[in-house]
């Protein structure tokens, strides 16, 4: 699957181009009455009310799945379920529409950043954190992984085991990177109540020169998990959400 994310101002430009595309098939949604795009659009405005300061409330993800994979209706509405629980949109409006316009099945998920309890759901990163939960949930389901289409592919019954691990320790160190943490030990702290351990590696001077994580017996250099997920690009990125917030602060 590739996933790809972005913000907008518009909810109806973006609900009627989803569900007024030839051949489209609503899903499913969530707090909102689609019987069609007018009034979808005026329930995703009503709870926008909520928080008027707010202009970019639309989230508008697209999901396409490779031709090979066997791609029905039931696997992309489980594939919204699991996008909008996981990405952070749980008990926000949403509708999910299927695309047959083209041989390249894709969907589509536009959704409220304003929660019907007025909380805004944060969009920092949503890019990037969209591709990553998509390498994840196509491990998880057995699907082509997308990435590898063009290069060597790894065959689907290769998607399991020390990749899918790979992947989960992935997300769970991007998830505490997005939210903001700011310290190894913290993030330590964290991933171990995901039953990941982190290990931090000290040559006899003390001095550290590298770092892995551990899950059901299966370790990783943070290197090999991402590249930027080393001991000194952690750091770094565990620095800047630290002036970040400094700056917030000010």
């Excluded at 919204?80 to 008990?91: F, M, N, P, S, V």
């Excluded at 041989?103 to 409220?112: S, Y």
């Excluded at 085991?161 to 190894?184: C, F, N, P």
Aim: with cysteine; net charge positive; aromatic share 6%.
């Amino acid at each position: 699957m590739i996933g790809k994310a972005t913000i907008g101002k518009s909810f109806g430009g973006c609900v009627h181009y989803v569900m007024e595309k030839d051949k489209a098939v609503l899903l499913q949604g969530y707090g909102v009455r689609s019987k069609n795009a007018e009034i979808a659009t005026h329930d995703f405005n009503e709870i926008r009310k909520l928080k008027p300061s707010i202009q970019n409330a639309v989230w508008h993800a697209s999901i396409s799945f490779a031709y090979d994979d066997k791609v029905d209706s039931q696997l992309m509405k489980k594939v919204a379920t699991q996008y909008i629980d996981r990405i952070g949109l749980k008990g926000h409006q949403y509708i999910a529409v299927r695309h047959k316009d083209s041989k390249h099945q894709h969907l589509h998920i536009v959704a409220n950043r304003i929660g019907i309890d007025g909380r805004v759901a944060s969009d920092q990163w949503c890019k990037n954190r969209t591709a990553r939960l998509c390498d994840l949930l196509e491990a998880e389901l057995q699907l082509t992984v997308a990435r590898n289409v063009k290069r060597k592919e790894i065959p689907k019954e290769k998607i399991t085991g020390k990749h899918l691990i790979k992947l989960e320790i992935r997300q769970a160190i991007q998830e505490q990177l997005d939210a903001g943490i700011t310290s190894l030990d913290r993030l330590r702290k964290s991933l171990q109540k995901k039953e990941i351990e982190t290990k931090i590696h000290r040559y006899r001077n003390r001095k550290i020169f590298g770092i892995s994580f551990r899950k059901s017996n299966l370790a990783f250099k943070g290197s090999t998990i991402r590249h930027d997920f080393s001991y000194g690009g952690l750091q770094k990125q565990l620095d800047n959400n630290l002036k970040n917030q400094r700056g917030l602060s000010i």
